[in-house]
């Protein structure tokens, strides 16, 4: 199916130069674009690759159009925002090529009388629903999802297949969570009496707010006393873990297998690379970004990029850096020592 | 409902200063506390807090009460451990203000002819168990929850929805399992043969004693030849992966997402912070305390403290150390050879 | 059951020394068998053990054979590859002793019309099979796995309970996939926009060669626009996180807890340790070995095994070493003064 490149650009904004009939077929990267695809060039380190480009059409920033218009020669859609653009086109092929899914409750399902299923919603095969859910408008619940007492979802939100969401927990609208997330879990909290863990019930819940997407096999306690809070707009990978009474400020993206453990409060717009931890009950102010692989112990105040991993070297040269790292505050003190005599020793010559 | 704070003192132990008559409806942490919460004082840095806080009651040490008894004036419930009894209590709350679940199966639940399953026992929907396994009295087997054949469960455990526990393995009693833990799939054992991986047939089980809790999305592995045995009373958090043929010693706890690889021997009443990683094959005392993001690639005969993470830092600076770190070996030449020289010069003064 | 080692060397190959009438059980470690097992010697630092052990049979090498003959009464077979003879040994008394699973669809299977499934293969209660899906010969899905709309599954290909693989992906023959996996779900990308993240449709796919195993609860994610690629023989182990668009190269093998991000090319034959961690965008070469817990963020372009983590001290020693690693480039800068001034020195004194 083709769609006229100017009736996208009339839906999606940008100034279109070139021929506003072209029919497109879908999004593509530079490299395997076709003269049927819209591509797009947002990193300037591509713009010899971009003029290149066989693509049909070239999303690109007004300045960037000014370096490469010599090369290139499609059509092309300037906007502040390329990467955006394209990221708003590729859900309008996506949107177009997937198949609705049907309203209504799959036979198979379990679902308990006292639940409300809006009836524009669809619960897949093997589903379990408690007492008393709610599950809002055009709603997807996919295959041997298990949705607790009590708990509820927002309109237009999709879970995966095999999605568990347990008792009293909340959800916004428009979330996508996906495949093996496990969202209301016991916090891990234990009082130590004389060698033995005492369980303390953990009594919170998990509340998650709109435009939220929780990926595969991402964990998300339920609070302690209080509740787990993830805002509006936050973006999780999978493998990650969100322990009891965390709070994850608005927007803010974690790459997987980030671990972030209890009652830490996370700021707005924060990035955690991959592996990323965070220790428990840290603040972390907004506009935070911490470096994939390193761990955060201790509360930060301010903006900014903060990492903390060992540097990779081959094991040989790491096995020498290694020995010198067990050994560094000798080291420092034999630094010191050599400061004080050659001190010394310029003060005889003076 | 309330209950009278006399009879629950009563029962859990601790003297109580003021009116047994209280009538209590639960806990609460010091700041959310109202007249009719009981909360407790643990940390010394909260005294101010506490002294301050609505609570109707507060449990608290004996030390403490002298501190703080000019400024509370509410009922106070003197225990040598405070926070456990606040455990205790919290359980009491919990348990009388959840439903219990009917016993009995579900008519949506695959259950082999051949399984034995107690009478007062429940199973949930969608469960499958297989031939042969064997669950005790009072267990609770959530929705969609699979139990291989063979298996064998022990009184009063409960397994949350989508739990898988796999052929031939062995659990205690009073143990909680939590949503997607997967408990004997193989181990990861393979005999490399002109580059290809051959696959060592993973033979052993899992056994679990009594009194465990595991979270969710964590994974142990059954043994290769011999089993994976995790000891009574032991914690483990969420997305945890157990390796084959490991021995986890009892009333160890650990955090989320910490790793331990194959055959590691792991003392009892250990503690490992979050993301700690344990290699194979290592053997590791009682009473070791491993911290968050340390990886331990040696065995440990002493009890202590151990850590091994590099500090995190702005990304400028964590740059500008990672450079030398790279180049430690050296600057320790450098540190030598001065203190050569040094010597020398020294020499040639004296 | 027992099994004449004259007709499992006649199957496995070797040189048989002793009794070929010897009749065998099954494989176990050096100091556990008995008369009726087959064990093995490998690894050198175990001849004194090999020597001793009680087994009826020990497989090695003509080398190590020479080396402990006199110590060692009973029959022996001669391998260049021990191991791997042992695991396929190890592999004939598994399949042996395991009840091969009837071939059909369970009554309980909610499985589309238009899918396809050879009837020679087992799909087990609860799973649910989607549209235009294909099961090719001898396959076994275990219960409560979910397999979706257009994918595709080789021959003798196992799914232990509760796996998820989504819409239109591939995997080859004879892969096996344990409980918890999601294989599909969609890749982390986002385009920023005015502090909002848009979402990138991930239309892409997974592809998964012949002879793969993947590890519980261990995801792979579906490529944004191109397919993320696993290719022949690549061996995951648990919890481990394969993000889009990435390549792992054949006969790979990662332990548990491995991270890779978007768009990382991984070489043939490479291993990583656990909670190795490899950043977006990075090309490794073929023969590379990364050790547990270091982080590669940079392309590695020469075989070898490459190392960073910070080693483990006592926690006293860390705080004096990681205090001094804050202010190492302060250190450095020190070190190069005292060279300046000792060669000033050294200068005056010539």
Redo the contacts between chains.
Sequence with gaps: MRTRLGDLVESLGGELIGDPDLAVIG???LD?ATASHITFLSNPKLRTQAAATRAGALVLSASDHQLISQGYRGVCVITT?P??W???A??F??AR?TEPVAPGI?P?A?VHASAQIDSASSV???V?IEAGAVIGEHCVI???S?I?RGSRIGAYTLF???V?F?SACEIGARV?V???A?IG??G?G????Q???????Q?GRVRIGD?V?I???T?I?RGA??DTVIEE?V?L???I?I?HNCVIGA?T?M???V?V?GSAKIGR?CTF???A?V?GHLSIADHVH?????????SISEP??????????????????????????T??D??RE??K??RQ??A??E
């Design positions: 999004v593509a990267p395997a925002n990467y955006a394209f990221a708003r590729a859900q092929f996506a090529d799959h198979s379990i897949g095969p093997q379990t996919g295959a041997g298990f607790g995966y297949p095999r568990t347990l996508i996906h495949s093996g496990v879990a016991d891990f234990f009082a130590a009496d060698g033995h863990w005492i369980k303390i019930s009594t435009d997407e990926g595969a096999n964990t306690d006393l209080e707009g973006k990978d999978n493998q873990q322990a927007h993206a790459a997987g297998c671990g453990a717009h690379g991959g592996a931890m220790l911490v470096s994939s692989g390193s761990l955060v112990s201790r900014g990029q903060y990492t903390g991993f060992y540097p990779l070297a081959r094991n040989a040269d790491w096995e020498k850096t290694a020995a010198v790292v067990r050994q560094l505050d080291m420092r034999r630094v050599l400061e005599l050659v020793l310029t005889k010559h």
